[in-house]
């Protein structure tokens, strides 16, 4: 069956510091894979997402950047943190169905 | 411009009760529709999908309605459990490139 698995749950870092998210899958073979961020008691935004390795397609401009170094693998990165990146980050894969999964996601403080 | 409503945005009930969640959308055009439930510091867990030639789909005590023509969807919660308690997020996706439109999404709490 397929998993998937993001890190670190939660994290706290200050203004200005940089951030590297990481998302994995298992079970499956070459899927969509997004990132979304979701404010506090506000719907989801995708930010990225990717139909292979290394091409990724952002949805919004901002200072986060993505990449797909593998297959099942989606990292999401930022080189200086803003105040406004906090929020509570997904990562979602979709197969050859319409379905996407979610993973527990990763809440992020930026102080 | 593609827009997700949902309404309301949150609602209180008894266990025991039923409760009907609306989402209304302009996306276009339209491929599918999905509901999820996302529980408080956790990702979303889809409930059901339709297409446009589905008008209804269930998932034990969820089901899900849907009218193209009016563009709008409902997802009824039957004899709803204190586990129901999550926000009910409406996804409606287009057809061309990764257009997913997400809804703000209906609060559900239920009180014992």
């Known amino acids: 069956s397929q998993t998937i698995h993001q890190w670190p749950a939660t994290l706290v870092q200050p203004v200005g510091s940089p951030l590297s998210l990481e998302c994995t899958v298992e079970?499956?073979?070459?899927?969509?894979l997004y990132w979304y961020r979701q404010a506090a008691g506000r719907g989801l935004q995708l930010l990225f997402y990717s139909v292979g390795i290394g091409q990724i397609s952002s949805e919004v401009p901002q200072n986060l950047s993505a990449s797909r170094p593998q297959d099942r693998q989606f990292i999401l990165s930022s080189k200086k943190l803003l105040l406004s990146d906090s929020g509570f980050y997904l990562c979602?894969?979709?197969?050859?169905?319409?379905?996407?999964?979610f993973g527990p996601g990763t809440r992020l403080t930026v102080t | 411009k593609n827009q997700v409503e949902q309404s309301p945005q949150s609602l209180i009930i008894l266990e025991g009760k039923n409760c009907t969640l609306q989402?209304?959308?302009?996306?276009?055009?339209?491929?599918?529709l999905r509901w999820y439930k996302q529980d408080t510091g956790r990702g979303p867990v889809s409930l059901t999908i339709?297409?446009?030639?589905?008008n209804t789909k269930s998932n034990g005590r969820y089901t899900a309605t849907l009218d193209a023509d009016t563009k709008q969807s409902s997802l009824h919660i039957t004899a709803s459990q204190l586990s129901d308690s999550a926000s009910y997020i409406c996804?409606?996706?287009?057809?061309?490139?990764?257009?997913?439109?997400f809804g703000p999404g209906t609060r559900l709490s239920v009180l014992p």
């Open positions: 079970g499956t073979s070459n899927p969509n």
């Open positions: 989402c209304n959308y302009t996306v276009s055009p339209f491929s599918n």
């Open positions: 996804v409606v996706s287009a057809f061309h490139g990764q257009n997913f439109v």
């Open positions: 979602a894969w979709q197969g050859t169905t319409y379905e996407q999964y």
């Open positions: 339709m297409t446009f030639s589905e």
